[in-house]
């Protein structure tokens, strides 16, 4: 399910460095164009540990496991 937060809520999502390198990011939803296009790639997350256990699910599906 995805997580929409609301205007002025805070969410955390990943972000991704021009290196390669990211980190996960907390963030007030103002609507700009960044809380958008999280929203609508499903990069937003409740908590921190959340953004973490998706991105090692995801990983996990990646590798075949």
């Given at each position: 399910?995805?997580y929409?937060?609301?205007y002025?809520?805070?969410y955390?999502?990943?972000l991704?460095e021009?290196?390669?390198?990211?980190?996960?990011?907390?963030?007030?939803?103002?609507?700009?164009?960044?809380?958008?296009?999280n929203?609508?790639?499903?990069?937003c997350?409740?908590?921190?540990?959340?953004?973490?256990?998706?991105?090692?699910r995801?990983?996990?599906?990646?590798?075949?496991?």
């Amino acid at each position: 399910m995805l997580y929409r937060p609301k205007y002025k809520e805070r969410y955390w999502y990943t972000l991704i460095e021009d290196d390669g390198s990211w980190q996960f990011v907390q963030r007030e939803n103002i609507n700009d164009w960044l809380d958008t296009y999280n929203i609508s790639m499903g990069n937003c997350y409740h908590s921190e540990e959340e953004a973490s256990a998706d991105w090692y699910r995801l990983m996990k599906l990646v590798r075949g496991e």
